[in-house]
């Protein structure tokens, strides 16, 4: 077996929730694996030259959904090993995740990467995650976060699914 040259590579990204008068809702967006399979993942991708990670993850999260957002707390970070064969290079990657509110913007896929972006009840969106790292991620730092607070019954932004 080859021995491919080890690089570490760092993503940011968001989980971006609402609080409603039915719940917390998040935001996943859909892409496709390598090997053509439909995901359901949180938006993230690579910080770009010197950009600070909580740029990045604001960045990534308005370019794959549409949605401005602010964050409101550290969620937590992911690493995880692959080798990408055109390169011939095997991958250390660290995704450091942050809890976002939505404060604007509809959800559409915005980039190439993302095919879908749909908000989904927090029980849903942990049911459909794909990868089981993201949603012990999402279950350990909602955890943290004050239970969703009653609303005046104001419609939600963007929309339901």
């Not at 390598?34 to 359901?40: F, I, K, N, T």
């Not at 993942?41 to 990670?53: M, N």
């Not at 990467?113 to 993201?134: G, I, K, Q, S, Y």
């Amino acid at each position: 077996m080859a021995r491919y040259p080890t690089r570490r590579a760092v993503s940011a990204g968001g989980l971006v929730v609402d609080d409603r008068p039915d719940g917390r809702w998040v935001v996943l967006i859909s892409r496709r694996s390598a090997a053509g399979a439909l995901q359901w993942t949180l938006p993230k991708g690579g910080l770009e030259g010197d950009e600070q990670r909580q740029d990045a993850a604001l960045r990534e999260v308005r370019e794959e959904t549409g949605l401005d957002c602010d964050i409101v707390a550290e969620l937590g970070t992911i690493d995880y090993w692959f080798v990408w064969r055109p390169d011939e290079v095997r991958y250390h990657k660290y995704v450091h995740y942050y809890v976002m509110r939505h404060r604007g913007g509809k959800p559409a896929p915005r980039d190439d990467e993302a095919e879908d972006v749909e908000w989904f009840p927090l029980a849903e969106a942990l049911a459909r995650l794909t990868h089981a790292n993201e949603r012990e991620l999402v279950l350990a730092g909602l955890g943290a976060l004050a239970a969703p607070a009653p609303t005046s019954g104001a419609p939600a932004p963007g929309g339901g699914t």
